[in-house]
């Protein structure tokens, strides 16, 4: 801890404490007073206190009134404490970071050739970020690159394949809440995996940031289940200021799959199926004593044999062995998800357990409906609204009476009446089959239709055949160079699936959007929860699709596609062994 | 047997098992067995059964690696419930299976020219003739075409897993990996850091690791670059990286067997060929057996041919081959087989007096780690 949590919540902090009645009724059962912190989103604006924005003090209600109070008496208080202190910074773009450095790089490296800044490497720690980076980057290039000699002149224009670490890097194929993720291949056992990236810088500025990533290393590297993301690997290089870990490859999440349906619902088998396996996933969890605490369809991902994988357990809890129930009392998570126990602010502690179960039950709310069964823009009435209104059942779709059952059990404000994982593996319809054309049936047409090519394909060819640099002619006349892709795809869309039938959306889904939307037509509005998209992304037409890359024929594809044409590559090869003879190129064979 | 004969005997299910600790060099098939235990220590383990005949079986254990120990245990664990599942002439049964100390220990039929992989490096350096090809390749489909009938894919047909004994019988071995096809979409998924060894032999689409999965068709074409191996007498793709091998085997590059006719066309495209062994310069194999191996190694899964199609096919169909018995590849492999000390396999095995020593040496207690 870096002192932080104090100097840095306290200018973007608000503390909010419920009403009075709720803290006098309980105020007996509570070891201390009646206060709860919150530590809020600092994202987030509050559109009803929006004048007090600035206000760095802190603020309570107490008997109406606004009252200020020195927060060291309250940081003693042993009442639940909430941080919701995950937001990601959208505006970063590593591409042109990159770019930029490395021009600063050539430049750095030509002055130094002429001999005028040599005494700029003597640097004192407080000297300018520039050469800071020209450091690092000069580091960057003999560490990563052995293939690579560093040459001036086409710093700008050519891009070489990188390899880091014994992986080849891909395209990014998601984000997370610490930075990106993406795809690589191990050089040696070729296989595929996904690189979560997190930056020193990021890490930093997010509340219990380096706590997080290692409490997640420490619990991940204990796990092992079919329905658990398994860790490979992590490294660290301090010269770049990253921390990477290295997970078993996945196609995207759940979220990202919903994104895509017009009607961003899932059809009930396919959300039986998901549910059962985040259910069985959710019970190895618990039996190994672990509280996930943020259950929600961005959390869950999709392997290449759709098998459903939880992950990020940034903000999942390791429960003592000495301990009988799931009890605990740090509250985190995204706050739909969120059950009332931890947001009502009138418990000392909650079910870890149960609380993941309320979270896996509105995930499957949000699965079958593709609605939140609390939802609100603002997350003081969100958290009012999730402890005391009664669960409304989505109207869009027609749940059968079991579902129904399960979803009111599920969302039971009371977390000693709620299911438990194992009794809702009991319910009649978790035991329940659905037809072949909406459950499994729509799966397998996913996994039929379904085409995830890897996306080093191009740095592959880059590094064994050469690849040229693109010349084209722009409006001038003039020739342009650009610069070749590394990468093929990237995350999912709606080429992934091609041919695959979508759901389409009812006036039903519409209708319910628009309703949702009538609280909210101030412009201030913010999503209260991270990672959660605030529209549909619009499905775009088969037509309009840049790099189409047709499953099983990925060879054919790419000799269209790519600039350097297959003769040229065979002959390069020819000379390299005598054991060339042996291989004859395809084209021959057929 | 006198005392100091054998070092101690276990009766496990009716037979005894004696062992010691021969040392002999792993690889060289003259030797009577090896085994490795789960603690990486080779000892020379000869089995001997007092009451049932064969008398000598081979046994063997998982080989040495780099991976965790456990590991290693559950997959020994795996191939044994595997092997349990099959019964067919040309597949290696398990005959017992325990464990003893901290070993796991296989008996399995005494194989005794070794696996085919033993036989192209230590006699045949430039490839096996066509004749002992044929012999060998419809046996294996045979095993094959059980395995597939039965929806595994065996993930793990390469020279080293074949094995020949003096008769010309071929049995396929090395079931560690074998998987079962799922059962809605009669294709398999699973792809990892375990299959390491064999990275070299796997189809593309295995490799690939997309969403198509892969099917039985996998194995046929680990069965292309296994024949492809035994022919030319060099690993295809040995000379490249891994992620090289990758790049040329998903733009369908593929080996091809090694004769006149092919080094003509290699000739034709610019390639000196007068480095080439006048062995691979002089030889010429029927088009019929050109076209075989292309088929196995074709790009697209579906093309292949399934395992009961090739061994109808116009090479293993022909008349010179149709009748083939294993004795008939015995004969075409043209070993000297005085190299092989069968008389070994005839009789009691004679052990050298050992120290007392050598017993602790052989199975060292030190703890696992």
């Known amino acids: 801890m870096e002192g932080p949590s104090s100097a840095a919540a306290a200018a973007n902090t608000k503390f909010i404490v419920p009403d009075a009645d709720f803290s006098s009724q309980i105020s007996d059962g509570r070891r201390n007073s009646g206060r709860v912190t919150l530590n809020v989103d600092p994202d987030f604006v509050d559109v009803d206190q929006g004048g007090s924005e600035d206000d760095s003090d802190d603020e309570c209600f107490e008997d109406g009134q606004l009252i200020r109070e020195p927060r060291r008496s309250r940081e003693n208080d042993a009442g639940v404490k909430m941080s919701i202190g995950h937001y990601d910074d959208l505006e970063e773009d590593e591409e042109e970071d990159e770019e930029e450095q490395r021009r600063r790089f050539a430049e750095g490296i030509r002055n130094i050739h002429q001999n005028k800044q040599q005494e700029s490497f003597d640097l004192e720690p407080e000297d300018s970020d520039a050469m800071r980076q020209l450091v690092n980057t000069a580091m960057m290039f003999n560490t990563d690159n052995q293939f690579q000699r560093i040459d001036f002149e086409p710093v700008g224009k050519r891009k070489t394949p990188k390899i880091i670490e014994g992986y080849l890097w891909g395209a990014q194929i998601g984000t997370g809440s610490y930075g990106k993720v993406k795809e690589v291949i191990d050089t040696f056992t070729l296989t595929r995996r996904a690189a979560k990236i997190m930056k020193y810088d990021k890490l930093r500025k997010i509340t219990n940031g380096w706590e997080n990533i290692r409490s997640e290393m420490a619990i991940l590297r204990r796990l092992n289940h079919k329905n658990v993301i398994k860790l490979v690997e992590v490294f660290n290089i301090p010269t770049k200021g990253k921390v990477y870990m290295i997970f078993e490859y996945c196609i995207g999440s759940v979220q990202q799959l919903l994104d895509l349906e017009p009607a961003r619902r899932l059809s009930i088998g396919e959300s039986h199926a998901i549910f059962a396996e985040l259910c069985h996933g959710l019970n190895y969890l618990h039996s190994k004593r672990i509280s996930h605490k943020d259950i929600k369809p961005g959390n869950l991902l999709v392997a290449i044999d759709f098998t459903i994988k939880i992950c990020d357990f940034g903000v999942a809890e390791q429960i003592s062995i000495f301990q009988n129930d799931g009890t605990c009392t740090k509250v985190n998570g995204t706050p739909k998800f969120q059950p009332p126990e931890c947001v009502h602010g009138n418990h000392s502690f909650f079910d870890g357990y149960k609380a993941d179960m309320w979270s896996a039950g509105v995930t499957l709310y949000n699965l079958v409906s593709g609605k939140y069964p609390f939802e609100k823009p603002v997350l003081l009435k969100l958290y009012e609204c999730i402890g005391t209104e009664p669960l409304v059942m989505p109207t869009n779709v027609l749940l059968s009476n079991e579902l129904q059952d399960l979803l009111r059990q599920l969302l039971e404000k009371d977390f000693t009446r709620r299911l438990g994982c194992q009794e809702t593996m009991l319910h009649p319809w978790f035991m329940s089959s659905f037809p072949e054309d909406q459950g499994l049936g729509r799966i397998m047409e996913r996994m039929r239709t379904g085409d995830r090519p890897l996306t080093m394909i191009p740095s592959m060819m880059a590094l064994y055949d050469g690849l040229e640099n693109e010349v084209e002619i722009d409006e001038d006349g003039k020739e342009v160079v650009l610069l070749p892709r590394l990468t093929i795809g990237g995350e999912l869309d709606h080429d992934t699936f091609r041919g695959f039938k979508y759901l389409e959306a009812t006036p039903a889904d519409q209708l319910l959007d628009g309703a949702a939307d009538d609280d909210a037509l101030n412009p201030m509005r913010r999503p209260s929860s991270r990672s959660m998209p605030t529209s549909a992304p619009v499905p775009q037409p088969i037509d309009a699709v840049t790099t189409p890359v047709a499953p099983s024929s990925a060879s054919a594809e790419f000799a269209d596609a790519s600039p350097s044409p297959q003769p040229k590559k065979s002959r390069q090869r020819k000379k390299r062994s005598i054991f060339a003879c042996i291989f004859r190129s395809r084209t021959d064979s057929v | ?369």
């Not at chain 2, 296989?106 to 005794?112: E, R, V």
């Not at chain 2, 993930?155 to 020949?164: G, Q, T």
Request: aromatic fraction near 10%; charge should be negative; include cysteine.
């Open chain 2, 1 to 369: 047997m006198s005392k100091d004969r054998h070092l101690f005997a276990i009766p496990a299910n009716f037979f005894i098992y004696c062992v010691f600790n021969r040392v002999v060099k792993q690889g060289n098939p003259t030797h009577l067995s090896w085994i490795c235990d789960v603690a990486r220590q080779r000892v020379t383990l000869c089995v001997s059964n007092r009451r049932v005949s064969p008398r000598f079986w081979r046994t063997t254990c998982s080989n040495e690696s780099l991976r965790h120990e456990s590991i290693i245990f559950e997959e020994t664990q795996r191939e044994a419930t595997n092997l349990r599942l099959m019964n067919h002439p040309n597949i290696l049964e398990l005959n017992d299976c325990f464990v003893l100390e901290n070993s796991v220990y296989q008996i399995t039929p005494a194989m005794n020219l070794g696996s085919l992989f033993d036989i192209v490096l230590n006699y045949k350096k430039f490839g096996i003739n066509e004749k002992a090809t044929a012999g060998i390749t419809k046996q294996v489909l045979d095993a094959l075409a059980y395995l597939h009938q039965r929806r595994y894919i065996h993930r793990d047909v390469k020279p080293k897993h074949i094995l020949i004994d003096s008769n010309g019988n071929v049995k396929l071995s090395g079931f560690r990996f074998m998987i079962e096809l799922n059962a809605h979409l009669d294709c398999v998924y699973e792809f990892d850091a375990h299959l390491q060894n064999q990275i070299y032999y796997l189809a593309p689409e295995v490799l690939a690791q997309n969403m198509h999965g892969y099917t039985v068709k996998s194995d046929i074409y680990m069965l292309g670059i296994t024949i492809c191996e035994a022919i030319n007498g060099v690993m295809p793709f040995a000379e490249l990286d891994p992620l090289e091998m990758l790049h040329r085997k998903l733009n369908g590059q593929v080996p091809r067997p090694v004769d006149m006719t092919s080094l003509k066309d290699d000739e034709a495209l610019g390639i000196d060929i007068s480095q080439r062994p006048r062995e691979h310069l002089t030889r010429q194999f029927s088009q019929e057996m050109h076209d075989f191996i292309a088929n196995c190694l074709l790009y697209e899964p579906m093309h292949r041919n399934s395992a009961a199609d090739l061994k109808e096919s116009t090479w293993l169909g022909s008349k010179a081959y149709r009748d083939l018995r294993p004795t008939d590849v015995s004969e075409a492999l043209e070993l000297d087989y005085t190299h092989f000390d069968l008389s070994l396999w005839e009789q009691e095995p004679v052990i050298p007096p050992q120290p007392e020593q050598r017993y602790e040496i052989a199975f060292d207690y030190s703890p696992l780690s």
